[in-house]
């Protein structure tokens, strides 16, 4: 299994996938519960990498995860350039608008909530496209 991992000053989006796709988990957290979060579900699931975006405090993050974990979990910095945008679309797939929101445009439309979470399952999902050998 795959960790996504959206990291943020605020809020960090996480994800938990297997390779064929089958999503486990995913949640916004308030930045300070991250590695929390993290090693909570380092416990739960069987992860064998931590894919997580290469932008904002990607390297602040990882350095904080890497000292938190005392495995040595590889972890793999992905190409999140446009991902809140595709996140946004994919939000409405996850969650069709009912009633007279179908009428909106999609490019108009906002999520109720933080997407965060959708950030970090793209993130896995780019690492499987773009992949690595063992994909």
């Known amino acids: 299994m795959i960790l996504g991992f959206d990291p943020g000053r605020d809020k960090c989006g996480v994800a938990v996938m297997e390779r064929n796709r089958q ?3 995913h949640q916004v957290v308030v930045s300070e519960q991250a590695i929390a979060t993290i090693g909570s579900l380092l416990q739960r699931f069987t992860i064998e990498r931590l894919v997580m ?3 904002t405090t990607a390297k602040h993050w990882k350095k904080q995860i890497e000292m938190a974990v005392s495995t040595s979990l590889p972890i793999v910095l992905v190409d999140e350039r446009y991902s809140s945008l595709e996140a946004r679309d994919r939000y409405w ?3 069709p608008p009912k009633g007279l929101a179908r009428l909106i445009p999609q490019g108009m439309r906002q999520p109720p ?3 965060d979470d959708i950030v970090a399952i793209l ?3 780019r690492y499987l ?3 690595s050998p063992e994909c």
């Open 23 to 25: 999503l486990h988990y």
């Open 53 to 55: 975006g290469d932008q």
């Open 93 to 95: 797939q996850m969650h």
């Open 113 to 115: 909530r933080p997407i």
């Open 123 to 125: 993130l896995i999902e």
């Open 129 to 131: 496209v773009l992949g």
